[in-house]
């Protein structure tokens, strides 16, 4: 199943369509067009759509039919600004949201050093 078939599907458990859930979500309905004709959604439209939809990025890629994994971690609300810093980051490109990662890493590091 390609990732539009497992999105698509998705939004019909949940009784919706994709653009209203691109919509609400902050994602360009161009983007949506692009994901219909087979290009790949960028990392951080991944995130938004798998706690969205409350799945795996392995299911919403069709890697794994398991809906989601349970972690502990998946019981910890994230904080206010971990929801704006994600919301802030969805519109970004993949070579955008590779630099935010490099640099979320730096400053683990750095916090990690300064702890030291």
Known sequence: ??????????????????NPVAAQLGIASGTISGWKNGKDPNTAHLKLLCEYFNVSIDYLLGIADTKKEQTDSDNLPASEEMQRLLKETSTLSDEEARKVREYVELLKLKRNQESS
Do not use: D, I, V
């Open 1 to 18: 199943m390609t990732f539009w078939e497992r999105f698509y599907k998705l939004c019909l458990e949940h009784e919706t369509k994709p």
